[in-house]
């Protein structure tokens, strides 16, 4: 508060005139600019650097792995017996490990030269043991692992919402009996769903989609169904209903609206386990079988020839790793995004 | 208390329900399954198929082999394993509960105290470095596979350490690295969410009430973080014993163990349907045994569900 | 009347993701001995950061820019937090606003009475229970010695708020603040509530700061009151003179948009607006875009406190000798009235 003025009664007394523009509208004017909701949580995300770079490698993942239906540097599934376990050799690079020389009993290979390979030749991440291209390889599992992902995905979005949508807003004895399904249907471990699927069709992708069609939305339909009933009691859906909404209407129009962060973020923690599963279950020889490659398959492949051939396993084990990771940050994110009362 | 032993044996009752659907289930799906478990079944003439199926039973109609089946289930008979021609699958899994059932063990206890330390750091110093670390820690644990995980293990500490064996259960020793690979799940899960719990317990009125009676932050953690959070992390506990379970198939497989999981995947391989079927039954009666003690002790540790009849005034 | 405590131009910021956000712009009050000190203002007024701040309970995204709190003669804003859990407590002690989540749902209450006994005095378990005992029994819990073993959920809202008042009381505070320790119950449970803490005022001579936002429930408990706006106290004075000679136009609001039953008018004065954006105050007094008696000057400068009497204080233009002179609202008018009578009553 700077005077201007030595003291009080030096302030002319025109100071003192009732102030003019003060009308009734300028006063009800509510002070502070309030951000709508979505683009409040996405600056929180924006600053949420883990999550940020997580969803970039994504997109580039997922960018190759379509890309690479039409163009992709070999033939994932051409064998080639010649040229059968060779370490990978970037053209330009000539650090051992990446310019096609390995260790071998101690001693410095070059076995694109003992292979005879000719030198336009290059396999950036090497050959595994039937001399197909890793690389084309690992493009084609990720592509089917995301694929599977997506699947997974999609059936939470369709079932899971669905189911617990309707079990939430109808309650009373539909919700019971459909609770109590859910229940029994749970009490099934999803590994055993799984086996027995493979079991009774033969192991493919299809039997893998049918047991997460039948396990993977539980999760979903469960917090799904708890939202709805929370908000169900929300005085604005008492309003609607007394406004003579139809109860499918003010689902579609405030419950779905209001959970949607909540699905969002089941969703991308549902879709790891679902890579995880497909990954495990190829790993243990149930899943997909070669010549299909998923990063399941790969994995199984790597680990047959782990002790002289580490990096046949390394390689999808980090590609799988990093795609759970960023999943996880990302989920972790919109989780933190949507809900800022968690963080201090 | 009157309310509470009508609410056990609501559930258990369920838990035998849904018990018994399962079976159903399975058996049902058993006869879907196409093949004979006879080996070598196109050199086998029809005729010789025919009084095979006489012999064990698979010629009577569905609906009695399903009461057989109930009834041998009920007295702990799962029929001879197709793989072990001589064995009956009852002896077969049950030498082998002791190696699973201790890798289980030592996994979810280790895994969930080392989660809850770690979630509660988190918690406390929310934000920190520390905070960085474990929630890294919980990251990686839930994203990298778990066969990823033992085989690093393996590659590790077996072989270019040298300093734990590869493989097999012969002594305490062998148990370490398949229970750190097992352990990763829990570790992560709980930690994860000790630490969501702690954090908005921490953020609580009745939080505030105790800093204002002068405790510190690590008594109040302790006194009035851990119990409101450990409380509903029983609740993970259901998911957490079906992870285990999955989990077992690899790493057994991995470090050759002779458990329920190793031998679960041999069956599974060899098409040897009693003893898949036994498996399944058997996987599935855990998880719901768990689910069943879980809500029990629930009731019985959470004091709003325990008095709930409790004088009001 | 002896000063118990002191707070001089308290200045406290947060940094929120905004920016700086001013909420608290230069506070001084003081507190005396045995006396009930109310301070009254809408949400987000300040209220509750400046008691928090005396039990130096903020967030950590709350500095303390100016000022200092005195109590006993030591500055509360320079104490380590380990000083701090000694005062917490046990000189100084809190009730909070609502009492169904002020307690902790899986500890009994027994325990959670004793809780600060034990922490802050060399007792047994057996001895402080026996102390939560008698507290509970002062504070009108029925059948206490049964009741020690039972949990929260087993007790209604206006128990349990009686047992948050036996916590903060067990170790003889000198000072205990009330943050709205009625706003969440019923009228009638308000009433014994206050009736309680009246009572234990008189038994241990307690200082109270009774934080609310309902000059309603103010009336009947405090000694003095002090009126807060937008991070600054902005008219200060013993009860009397706050309800009946009222100075500042903020406090003409809040008086005028409460109902009595001796007011004649039948439509409630409610002031339009709300509270300014304190991430960057306005220049003038706070209150100016809200006051329909604004004057020009209230755009330009804060007006400083100008005193009635060596109790009351206002700080608003209006009573500066240039001010023209203004019609108060018809309840105010009315209040002016039954003041000047009882002043004439004095002095006569």
Sequence with gaps: MEMKYPSIVDIPADEFQPLQKNTEEEREEIAAPSLNFLQDSWRRLKKNKAAVISMVLLAVIILISIVTIFVSPQDPSKQNVDYINLPPRVPGLNIDGLNGKTMVAGELVDKYAQADVPSNVNYLLGTDGLGRDVLSRLFMGTRISLLIAFIAALFDITIGVAYGLISGMLGGRVDNAMQRFLEILSGIPNLVVMILMLVVFEPGIFSIVAAMAITNWIPMARIVRAQTLKLKDQEYVLAGMTLGESKWKIAFKHIIPNISSVIIIQMMFSIPTAIFFEAFLSFIGLGLTPPAASLGTLLNDGYKTFLYLPYLLWIPAVTISLIMICFNLIADGLRDAFDPKMKE | ?313 | MEKILEVNNLTISFDTYAGKVRAIRGVDFDLNKGETLAIVGESGSGKSVTTRTIMRLLSSNANIDEGQILFKGQNIVDKSEKEMQKIRGREIAMIFQDPMTSLDPTMTIGKQVAESLRKHKKVSKKESLQEALDLLNLVGIPDAEKRLKNYPHQFSGGQRQRIVIAIALICNPEILIADEPTTALDVTIQAQILELLKEIQEKIETSIIFITHDLGVVANVADRVAVMYAGKIIEVGTAEEIFYNPQHPYTWGLLGSMPTLESEDDRLYAIPGSPPDLLDPPKGDAFYPRNEFALKIDAEMEPPFFELSNTHKAATWLLAPQAPAVNPPAEIQRRWDIFRKKQNQYSA
């Design chain 2, 1 to 313: 208390m009157g309310s509470y032993l009508k609410y056990f044996f609501k559930r258990v009752f369920f838990m035998v329900v849904t018990l018994w659907l399962i079976a159903t289930i399975t058996f049902f799906l058993m006869q879907l399954l196409p093949g004979t478990p006879y080996t070598n079944q196109e050199r086998l003439s029809p005729e010789t198929i025919a009084m095979l199926n006489k012999q064990v039973g698979l010629d009577k109609p569905v609906i009695v082999q399903y009461g057989i089946y109930l009834s041998n289930l009920v007295q702990g008979n799962f029929g001879i394993s197709f793989q072990f021609k001589n064995q009956a699958v009852a002896s077969l899994l049950a030498g082998r509960i002791g190696p699973s059932l201790q890798l289980g063990l030592q996994a979810i206890i280790f895994g969930t105290f080392i989660g809850i330390v770690l979630g509660t750091i988190s918690a406390m110093k929310q934000n920190s470095w520390a905070d960085t670390a474990s929630t890294l820690v919980a990251i990686l644990g839930r994203s990298i596979p778990n066969f990823v995980f033992a085989v690093l293990l393996q590659y590790i500490f077996a072989m270019k350490l040298r300093i734990l064996p590869i493989a097999k259960w012969e002594g305490f020793a062998y148990t370490i690295l398949p229970t750190l690979a097992l352990a990763m799940s829990p570790l992560a899960d709980s930690a994860r969410f000790i630490r969501t719990e702690m954090v908005e317990v921490l953020h609580s009125d009745y939080v505030e009430l105790a800093r204002a009676k002068g405790l510190s932050r690590w008594e109040i953690a302790f006194r009035h973080g851990l119990r409101n959070s450990l409380i509903p992390l029983m609740t993970l506990l259901g998911p957490l014993a079906v992870a285990l379970m999955t989990g077992s198939l690899v790493v057994e497989n991995i470090f050759a163990i002779p458990g329920i999981g190793e031998q679960f995947v041999k069956s599974i391989m060899t098409n040897d349907y009693p003893t898949i079927m036994a498996v399944t039954i058997l996987y599935s009666f855990m998880l719901v045994f768990v689910i069943l003690v879980v809500d029990l002790l629930y009731g019985l540790v959470d004091p709003r569900i325990r008095l709930s009849e409790g004088s009001k005034s």
